[in-house]
């Protein structure tokens, strides 16, 4: 991009606002979990609305193509860019605009650092829900443009769920101006919903009204050790029971993903003695009147008698709690150090998924016999990671060669249980090819529509997702 673009970006932005992407400061230009490097024409980061606006004003004019970034934590390269390609990132607009606790909402900028509002809703007896591996470095723009999901979304609903409105800015610059704090609103389309999950394709969202809940007063989480995976889906069943509506996460892990966890991380301990399956939930409540040590005892007591459990451990505390999800925390990492992985981020309907493990297992292992299955998940949404490491006896070029295959199969046996090739990560780059294939021609024709619609210039996020 020649210098007179940069000089009127900096007349627009500020110059302090135009970051050059050089070796120190490759946040912009690496996606991080997956190292892979852009090399964007520029880097804009207006730390205002207005100054966004001027700026998507200026290269709908001129018709550059704008990447726009958040916290660059995303999985399916959704933020890579190339070289006629201008990233604008909205880091820079931080502000948390006001908090309404009556409203039960807040008013916070894109750039937002997710623990960090968070932080800010506990310190106002308020809980923003949305908890995911991520949450230091992803900012509240990233996790509507990908309406991402996590380890609450069982009790809480993905972002979608918990947002109230938001202010975009178009492609053309136009700023709609819908920070609304309403609980409901009844009127024509509901346009945030458009933007929300649309990584970045039908505009730059800048705010968010987002909606908080009351701040859990108690909880308690529990990891039961079980031997069939079909058992899980009882225990869930008996947790929402025995939770009376006050269960939070249900998560499922392998026990190849607990015994590397354990195996990787000189912090983490075995609590309880090794089982085929673990499960991994929360109980917890905002009442002052529900005792949820008493009903996460209760569901011990229930799941024991059944013989649904060989083994369990109830938190005591909050830092005996926290350790049990250190171990969730820690398992991506902990695959990470086994070799290379192949991942999947698939849902089908948690009725399906033991058929969904037993399938996939056997059908991926007829194309290599000594691959290591690694899942783990949101069992509470159907959401599993079924990821798989190298097996020891092979070299990385050779199982890496062999990705696209088990891929297919892997998406073949989720499209048959009635699945989705992509439950919370979304799109980006890495599914635009999936998602032709497993979405039917009239969904595609009509997100094609829209995305005209919104982009009539074809600037935003081009080649990614539809
Ligand atoms: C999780 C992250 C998956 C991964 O931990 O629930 O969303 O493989 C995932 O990084
Ligand atoms: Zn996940």
Not at 56 to 78: A, D, E, H, M, W
Not at 174 to 190: A, V
Request: hydrophobic share 40%; with cysteine.
């Amino acid at each position: 991009m020649n210098s007179r673009i940069a000089t009127d970006i900096g007349n627009i932005i500020g110059d302090k606002n135009i970051i050059v992407p050089n070796t120190d400061n490759n946040d912009f230009t690496i996606d991080r979990r997956q190292k892979r490097q852009s090399f964007p024409a520029l880097i804009a980061s207006p730390d205002n609305t207005a100054d966004l606006s001027k700026l998507l004003t200026y290269c709908y004019k001129n018709k550059f193509r704008v990447v726009p970034q958040g916290g660059n934590t995303g999985l399916v390269g959704g933020t890579l860019a190339a070289s006629n390609e201008i990233i604008i990132s909205t880091r820079r607009l931080n502000k948390i605009r006001a908090i309404h606790k009556l409203d039960y909402s807040m008013i916070v900028e894109s750039g937002c650092i997710l623990a960090d509002v968070q932080a800010q809703a506990n310190r106002n007896d308020r809980f923003f829900p949305v908890s995911l591996g991520a949450e230091g470095s992803c900012t509240i723009g990233g996790i509507i443009s990908t309406n991402a999901g996590g380890i609450n979304v069982l009790r809480y609903g993905n972002t979608r769920q918990n947002i109230h409105g938001i202010e975009v800015v178009l492609a053309d610059g136009t700023i709609i101006h819908s920070l609304n704090r309403l609980g409901k609103d009844n009127t024509g389309y509901d346009l945030k919903q458009l933007f929300i999950g649309a990584e970045g394709t039908l505009g730059i969202v800048s705010a968010a009204a987002l909606k908080l809940s009351p701040a859990p007063l108690s909880t308690v989480s529990v990891l039961c050790g079980f031997s069939r995976i079909e058992q899980s889906l009882e225990l869930l069943e008996l947790a929402q029971l025995y939770s009376s509506n006050q269960l939070t996460s249900f998560e499922l892990i392998s026990s190849v993903a607990m015994d590397n966890t354990l195996k990787h991380t000189p912090s983490i301990s075995r609590v309880i003695p090794a089982c085929s399956w673990y499960a991994l939930c929360q109980f917890s409540t905002s009442s002052p009147v529900i005792d949820v040590s008493s009903l996460a005892e209760n569901f011990l007591e229930t799941a024991a008698d059944k013989q649904l459990i060989k083994d369990a451990v109830l938190s005591r505390s909050i830092s005996q709690e926290n350790g049990l999800w250190k171990i969730r925390e820690a398992l991506v990492t902990a695959q990470r150090l086994e070799g290379e992985s192949i991942k999947h981020d698939i849902a089908v309907p948690i009725s399906k998924v033991p058929e969904l493990v037993r399938t996939v297992d056997r059908e991926v292992k007829k194309i290599m016999p000594s691959i290591r299955p690694y899942p783990f998940g949101h069992l509470g949404d159907g959401n599993i990671h079924y990821n798989f490491s190298q097996p020891t006896d092979m070299d990385a070029i050779t199982f890496r060669a062999k990705e696209s295959a088990i891929h297919n199969v892997v998406y073949n046996i989720v499209d048959k249980l009635d699945g989705t090739i992509s439950a919370e990560h979304g799109i980006g780059t890495d599914k635009k090819a999936l998602l032709a294939q497993y979405k039917s021609t009239a969904d595609l024709d009509l997100m094609r529509a829209i995305r005209r619609v919104f982009d009539p210039h074809s600037q935003l996020q081009v080649g990614k997702l539809v």
